[in-house]
């Protein structure tokens, strides 16, 4: 019942965080000066062309990072031209389209493993393709077409990067930013154990400021979660700190430790205070990696200056302080590293480091993630099979039965079917009671208003401003206003609006039920808890980290060949997770503490993936005996503990004291440096990120692995 309520709850959800009347804005413009041109040159015809192409790319405007929106709308642009072009050109040619249109649909649907915003590209220009493929032209036609449908995709491109005063994350940065520099002023404060522990309403706007962002893939929403979880731990670290400085001064007035650790309070300050500058600007000010630098060397001072003769109270309290206070420098060095990454110069550099690596070792180097995926034991794959045969039945039935405008049927498939059964029951669904909704408002419109070309240029900027703004918060909607926006523009040309209402009517509906009919009878389902997916996850991440750290000791029995195939089982692994999170989220109905968990751990997981990639492409560091000991060390400890995890999310009731402690461990590694500026090598760097994301990855699982036990419940997440 829980899946089936989940399903249904979703034909009716409204999502008003989704609507940006910004972007609505400047899709009707880029529509409204496309059919405006059509006009100036008395050609609806040009016109048309021209808007269908500011219409493609319209979809691809986001309020995103200007760059990512500059790269994707050009990209969107080119592609529709390139598509515009070879449907018209190859339409003389029956065979050819039909293996084209096949061959693209597969293509489209294996996309889905690298990007849904890349997938929902690829899906508009197989629209395109079946679209344009129903006309054959000459290549000078087809290609005077393509140019202006490049023109309006320009067009768009140029007012959506152009007219840019709004972005989507800034109530998540300010509120995120006032939460670190609340922490900042925390470390020179004290409370009582009567009084709620501080910078707790600032925690709680940052949740809430944060809240629409649970459920988003971008890789900005993924920061500033993380930025969120980090910030979390800092509190809670910093807040044992105070409570250690108070025993020590009840203990000994005077304590060496205790001005070092308030010297290292305040630098913790001047780095929080940067962070959150950092966060709210976007700017990088270089601030904070010097100060943590200074703040590791006094940590070692305190270690050094420790005395054999202390008493054994205060040989328990310095062992928490200087524990907490490895803690608190990798922290440190997490929230510095995130922070950077939201600002144009710290991804320009990250891109810069991931381009430098070998091709096979990139976390997201597309086509090793493509040739890994090419399995049946992959869901991209399996769509992408499905979608290619569904849009081969629905080309040839509806060339077969002669329909008029036969495109409709394979285009309706390729909008609908959707790799998991909940988004494809609901686009379905929606499609088509969308679709004739507004055919009938179109047709009621048609009546009331005359058919003139000021009536049609209003009704074709009316309806792509209510598309792109409520059609955002429910598919249902969207598909309202795209059917009654079709019928206006395909009546600029002079057809008449009764013969295409009837026609979009009938084949949007067929082609629904083609793309429902297969998916039942060949669904992708969640038979397995979304903790066991995870649990194979992390066994291939396992498989993978041995596998590294043979490499780096330098008796490695693995051949290269060994080494891909580790890699793509593990790529397939996490987009499998991937695509489990988010069918178990349509199709059994997450709340909002499912997905912040399932977030957590995606970006958890995701860090700790990077760093593997990371030490393998620098594996060819050398090191000496004494630091091959010590890393040996840390690496037990890290496959120890996701062997444990992995157990964990099998059910088996693990106590806390059997995990081991991974930033000791670290800590230790580090200490074996033999000069300085060697902890900044790749492998002692990646090593930090890794023991920090594998901690917060541990604290996330084993948290909502108790919560389950408490609630007794069985269909969770993990």
Not at 49 to 70: E, M, Q
Not at 198 to 206: D, G
């Amino acid at each position: 019942m829980a899946r089936s309520t989940g399903i249904w709850s979703q034909l009716i959800t409204f999502e008003p965080n989704k609507m940006e009347p910004w972007v609505a804005f400047r899709a009707a413009l880029g529509m409204a000066l496309a059919v405006g041109i059509g006009f100036m040159m008395n050609s609806p015809a040009v016109g048309l062309s021209i808007a269908i192409g500011a219409l493609n790319v319209c979809y691809s405007d986001k309020s995103d990072a200007y760059i990512d929106r500059a790269k994707r709308m050009i990209a969107a642009s080119v592609l529709s031209a390139v598509f515009v072009f070879l449907a018209a050109w190859s339409a003389n040619e029956p065979v050819l389209v039909f293996v084209l249109l096949t061959c693209i649909a597969f293509f489209s649907g294996m996309l889905v493993v690298l990007d849904t915003v890349i997938a929902d590209l690829s899906v508009i220009c197989l629209a395109t393709f079946l679209i344009f493929s129903a006309q054959a032209l000459d290549a000078g036609s087809a290609l005077h077409l393509s140019l202006f449908a490049f023109i309006g995709g320009l067009l768009q491109a140029v007012i959506g990067i152009g007219l840019w005063p709004w972005r989507r994350y800034r109530p998540a940065r300010r509120a995120l930013s006032a939460f670190f520099q609340d922490i900042a002023r925390l470390t020179s404060t004290s409370g009582t154990a009567e009084q709620a522990p501080q910078a707790t309403h600032l925690s709680i706007e940052a949740q809430n400021a944060l809240k629409d962002l649970a459920g988003d893939s971008r890789a900005d929403a993924r920061r500033y979660r993380s930025l969120l979880a980090q910030a979390e731990r800092l509190r809670l670290t910093i807040l044992s700190l105070l409570r250690l400085r108070k025993r020590l001064s009840r203990e000994i007035d005077q304590h060496f430790s205790v001005s070092l650790l308030d010297d290292i309070l305040k630098s913790t300050a001047k780095v929080l205070d940067s962070v959150g500058e950092v966060i709210q600007t976007s700017q990088s000010i270089g601030v904070a990696p010097p100060i943590i630098v200074q703040i590791e060397n006094q940590i070692t001072q305190i270690k050094n200056q420790r005395s054999e003769n202390e008493s054994a109270f205060l040989n328990a309290v310095l062992n928490d302080l200087t524990y907490q206070m490895d803690m608190l420098a990798g922290q440190l060095r997490a929230v510095a590293d995130l922070s950077l990454r939201t600002t144009a110069v710290g991804i320009q550099k990250a891109e810069q480091i991931e381009a430098s690596k070998p091709i096979k070792m990139r976390f997201r180097g597309s086509l090793a993630t493509l040739r890994a995926n090419l399995t049946f034991k992959s869901p991209g794959f399996r769509h992408a099979v499905r979608l290619s045969l569904c849009i081969a039945i629905g080309e040839i039935l509806s060339k077969s039965l002669n329909l008029h405008r036969a495109y409709w049927v394979p285009m309706t498939i390729a909008i609908v079917l959707k790799p998991d059964y909940a988004a494809t029951f609901n686009r379905g669904m929606l499609r088509v009671l969308g679709t004739l909704a507004g055919l009938v408002i179109a047709t009621v419109l048609f009546h009331i208003f005359p058919e003139t070309q000021t009536a049609e240029f209003i009704l074709i900027v009316l309806f792509t401003f209510l598309m792109r703004w409520v059609g955002s918060a429910n598919y249902g909607i969207f598909a309202m206003c795209v059917g009654a926006l079709v019928v206006v523009l395909i009546a600029l040309t002079g057809v008449s609006p009764k013969e295409v209402i009837w026609a979009r009517g009938l084949n949007t509906f067929m082609g629904g039920a083609i793309a429902l009919i297969v998916y039942l009878l060949w669904p992708t389902s969640e038979k397995l808890q979304l903790s066991e997916v995870i649990a194979r996850m992390l066994e291939t991440y396992l498989e993978y980290f041995k596998a590294v750290v043979a490499v780096i000791k330098g008796h490695s029995g693995y051949s290269d060949q060994d080494m891909d195939r580790i890699r793509q089982t593990s790529r397939v692994a996490r987009t499998s997770f991937q695509a489990a999170s988010g069918r178990y989220t349509l199709e059994r109905g997450a709340n909002f503490e499912d997905l912040k968990v399932i977030s957590a751990i995606t970006v958890a997981s995701n860090r700790f993936a990077h760093s593997m990639m990371s030490m393998e492409a620098g594996s060819s560091q050398r090191l000496s005996d004494n630091q091959k000991e010590a890393f040996k060390e840390f690496a037990a400890q890290i496959e120890k503990t996701v062997t444990l995890l992995v157990e964990c999310l099998r059910g088996k009731d693990i106590p806390q004291n059997e995990f081991p402690d991974v930033r000791q461990a670290y800590v230790k590694l580090v200490e074996s440096r033999e000069k300085e500026g060697e902890q900044f090598s790749v492998i002692f760097e990646e090593a930090d990120r890794m023991a920090n994301s594998l901690i917060t990855l541990t604290e996330h699982v084993r948290k909502r692995l108790v919560e389950n036990k408490i609630n007794n419940r069985k269909e969770v997440p993990v």
